[in-house]
C-alpha cells in the first residue's frame, strides 16, 4: 500500500496511504480455512511483495494474516509497517540492526521467530520475515480434520514477556516479564491469579515444581526466587554468584533446582534449602537452558 504523505499537524505526526476496500487474511479465514491452492496463491503474492521490500533493505517484522488486506480483487496488500526496520547485508549484526523503531514493540508472539524475541535482536534480517511467511501458511489451510481454536490474550504485564511456563496439571501458566515480575495465570479463564514482585532485573526465566506448589522465577539482578503458588509469598531468595540467572528447572522429584548463569555456568541447588551442592564451568556464553533426565539421574 502507498504512502502520498508524511507530515505533522498541530503537534501529531501523521501520513496518508492508499484506501483499499476489503477484509484481513485473519477475518477471512476466522470464517473457515481457504482453499489450498488458493492460499498458496496468496501467499506466493505476498512473498513476492516482502522479497521487493528486502531487495531495498527494510524488513516489516510483523506479518501476519491482520497485517494482510485481500482487496475487491482478490489480490493481498501488505500494510503496517509500524516496525519496519532497514538492515544490512553484510551480517546483520550491525549495531543499527539492533535499534528498532518502536524501541519495545517486537511483533505478534505466535508469528515471530525466535531470534526476534531475544534481547539483542542483532540476528534480525530476511530470514525472519520468512519465518513469519510460513506461520502465515501454516494457519491459513489447515489439513482435514484440523479444529481451529480461539486464542486467550493474557493482559497484564507492562513490558515485553520472556518467559512462559505451564504447570504440569495445566490449571496454571506462569509468565516473566521485562517489568521485573512474574505473574501466574488460570488456564481456563485466562484471569490473573497472583502478582509476584521482587525482583530489581527483568525476568528470564520461570518454572513450576512438579506438584505446582512453588514456582521459581531466575532474573537479571543475579537471583533466583522460590514462590508459594497458593499465597504468592515469596519463600526463599536465592542469591546467585554467577551473575543473572537464565535458566531454570527442577528435577523430577522436586527435590533439586537447576539454574543456568550469564557467565557460563550451570548450579545444582537443593530445593529446599536453596544450598548450592554443584558447579558446572566450562561454557563461554551464557546458559539459556537446564533440563533433567526424566529419572532424575542425570542434568
Not at 507530515?7 to 476466522?30: C, K, P
Not at 517486537?106 to 531475544?118: K, V
Request: charged residues 15%; contains cysteine; hydrophobic residues 40%.
Amino acid at each position: 500500500m502507498a504512502v502520498h504523505e508524511i507530515g505533522q499537524y498541530d503537534g501529531q505526526h501523521y501520513f496518508s496511504m492508499d484506501y483499499v476496500a476489503g477484509r484481513t487474511l485473519a477475518e477471512i479465514v476466522r470464517d473457515g480455512p481457504l482453499p489450498v491452492t488458493r492460499a498458496a496463491t496468496c501467499l506466493k503474492t505476498i512473498a513476492g511483495a516482502v522479497h521487493y521490500a528486502h531487495q531495498h533493505g527494510i524488513i516489516h517484522r510483523d506479518l501476519k494474516p491482520a497485517n494482510v488486506i485481500i482487496d475487491q480483487n482478490d489480490q493481498p496488500r501488505i500494510t503496517d509497517f509500524g516496525l519496519a526496520k532497514r538492515f544490512y547485508d553484510s551480517a546483520f549484526s550491525s549495531e543499527h540492526s539492533a535499534l528498532t523503531i518502536s524501541g519495545q514493540i517486537l511483533g505478534s508472539p505466535n508469528y515471530i521467530p525466535p531470534e526476534q524475541a531475544e534481547p539483542k535482536r542483532s540476528a534480525l534480517g530476511p530470514p525472519s520475515d520468512v519465518y513469519a511467511l510460513g506461520a502465515i501458511l501454516y494457519e491459513s489451510p489447515p489439513g482435514p480434520g484440523a479444529r481451529r481454536t480461539s486464542l486467550r490474550y493474557l493482559r497484564g504485564h507492562t513490558a515485553a514477556v520472556m518467559a512462559v511456563a505451564w504447570s504440569l496439571d495445566d490449571q496454571w501458566i506462569a509468565t516473566g516479564s521485562k517489568d521485573n515480575s512474574a505473574r501466574i495465570w488460570d488456564v481456563r479463564s485466562g484471569t490473573q491469579r497472583l502478582i509476584l514482585t521482587g525482583h530489581s532485573g527483568l525476568i528470564h526465566a520461570v518454572a513450576f515444581s512438579p506438584d505446582g506448589a512453588l514456582l521459581a522465577t531466575g532474573s537479571a539482578d543475579g537471583s533466583a526466587r522460590l514462590w508459594s503458588t497458593l499465597s504468592g509469598q515469596c519463600l526463599r531468595v536465592l542469591t546467585n554468584r554467577h551473575g543473572a540467572v537464565l535458566s531454570l528447572a527442577f528435577s523430577p522429584d522436586g527435590h533439586w533446582l537447576a539454574t543456568g548463569s550469564s557467565d557460563g555456568s550451570a548450579s545444582l541447588r537443593d530445593a529446599a534449602t536453596g544450598q548450592e551442592v554443584h558447579l558446572l564451568l566450562g561454557h563461554i556464553n551464557g546458559v539459556r537452558s537446564v533440563a533433567f533426565s526424566p529419572e532424575a539421574s542425570g542434568w
